[in-house]
């Protein structure tokens, strides 16, 4: 567990909801991801940078996803994807995918893996707070990933980026979080502990709003963190939800016995 960011004192104790980033927190996007590119990187000469290289390839893949994000902010994440796919084959001076393999591309998320931590934890962490989702996507992929690899976890609720008509880091979507829970789920603002591993799209948007938040910082990106340091303000950092969730159990118990 990492050290406390700030000198409010907090415990993991004091919340009554966790919200949470799906992909790349719960769901190995990344992987799903470049399985996905296989069919474009196939058809790549060799050797080429892009083959095996899951950072590099990636990185190139997302800046397309980001960009389309950002000018089309109402399109849903399903219909995003196959453009992003379509435009890094041009990148790559590949011939334009047809039409069914970039839908294909862009309608897999929903069968991309929970990391092995997930489940488990989330499990545990069930037991001590309300479980609520808060994405950037589409309401038929996410709902294929709550009944496919994260089936037997119970969410009180759920909100997507193609019901906010926008995309995380716009602080629109953080604010509907605050209010839905408050509606739905009688959680105030400060109730709430933000759960995510992306720092540019969920913890400076965390800070900005006021939210408590954790950093499941799965790909050790410390470097990023210090270039971020000034707009970040996370709780707590733990390498994975599995981590997360033994701290937590461990303060509950300390809290009982105390």
């Given at each position: 567990m990492g050290n406390v960011w700030d000198e409010r004192p907090a415990k993991l104790t004091g919340f009554k909801l966790l919200s949470f980033d799906v992909y790349s927190t719960l769901i190995d996007e990344k992987a799903g991801m470049f399985t996905g590119l296989r069919p474009l990187l196939s058809?790549?000469?060799?050797?080429?940078?892009?083959?095996?290289?899951?950072?590099?390839?990636?990185s190139a893949f997302q800046a397309f996803e980001w960009s389309i994000q950002r000018s089309r902010p109402t399109l849903r994440y399903?219909?995003?994807?196959?453009?992003?796919?379509k435009a890094f084959a041009a990148s790559l001076s590949l011939p334009e995918p047809s039409e069914q393999e970039a839908h294909d591309f862009g309608s897999q998320i929903g069968s991309w893996p929970a990391f092995p931590d997930?489940?488990?934890?989330?499990?545990?962490?069930?037991?001590?707070?309300?479980?609520?989702?808060?994405?950037?996507?589409?309401?038929?992929?996410?709902a294929r990933t709550i009944a496919g690899p994260l089936a037997d976890v119970e969410f009180e609720a759920v909100f997507t980026?193609?019901?906010?008509?926008?995309?995380?880091?716009d602080l629109k979507n953080f604010r509907y979080l605050v209010e839905g829970v408050k509606r739905e789920l009688n959680v105030e603002k400060g109730e709430i502990l933000h759960t995510a591993q992306s720092l540019t799209a969920d913890l400076v948007s965390a800070k900005t709003m006021g939210l408590t938040s954790i950093w499941i910082d799965r790909e050790k990106q410390e470097k990023k963190m210090q270039e971020l340091k000034e707009?970040?303000?996370?709780?707590?950092?733990?390498?994975?939800?599995g981590e997360m969730a033994e701290a937590v159990d461990?303060?509950?118990?300390?809290?009982?016995?105390?």
């Open positions: 058809r790549l000469p060799t050797p080429n940078p892009y083959i095996n290289d899951k950072v590099h390839t990636l399903n219909e995003l994807l196959p453009l992003a796919y997930t489940v488990p934890a989330l499990k545990a962490l069930k037991k001590h707070y309300k479980l609520v989702i808060l994405s950037n996507i589409d309401n038929d992929s996410i980026a193609q019901e906010i008509g926008s995309y995380k880091p707009q970040l303000n996370f709780t707590w950092r733990f390498g994975t939800m461990k303060e509950f118990q300390e809290m009982k016995s105390g």
